[in-house]
């Protein structure tokens, strides 16, 4: 049986390789306002997030989980073990993707169903994956002036009564884009790609 991180790695390869405007996954993304992190992120056009169930794995943190990424997401897939799938349909929302994954000898992957827009989106979650200059930086973009020392909490509430959704996801996707990895405060693993595949999306 494979484990998590050679599944994710898989992952990892078949996503930017096949999903047109993928640009970086981040492994382990911490979600705001939970405890828990995103096995991976896939960054482009979208913020998608992807939560891995092998074999070994239960499924008894899913519906945590599902309540989590649904915060911070535009869209999100549950990738699980074929044994895993009758179970995972039943709690998810319809309007997570669910993929089937199968190891034998090499790592597959199959969609049973894709993702659509996360419709419970939630802003309040979402800029607090932004550091104080980041945010500094998309209020002065905005043409904002906010004051140079106020705090981070304040600055987060600026933002979001100056931006539209749209602004601030695109303002997020471009900040964790840009961040140097090996002095990232939040801990992930990042991958980039340099050229966009001309591929359809899986």
Known sequence: MAGE?????????????????????????WVPRSNERADLALLGRRMDGFEIKTERDTLRRLPRQVDAYGRLFDRCTVVVADNHRE??????P?????TTVVVNGHVSFATVRKPRQNPVLDPETLVRLLWRDEVMGALHALGAEPHPKAHRASLWNELLSSTTLTQLRRAVRA?????????ARIPTRRFRVQTLPAVAHP
């Open 5 to 29: 991180a050679v599944v994710r790695d898989a992952l990892r390869t078949h996503l930017l390789a096949g999903v047109i405007g993928a640009l970086d996954t981040l492994e382990e993304l």
């Open 87 to 92: 179970k995972a349909e039943k709690i998810v």
């Open 94 to 98: 319809d309007w997570w993707g669910i």
């Open 175 to 183: 900040a964790l884009l840009n961040r140097d990895a090996a002095n």
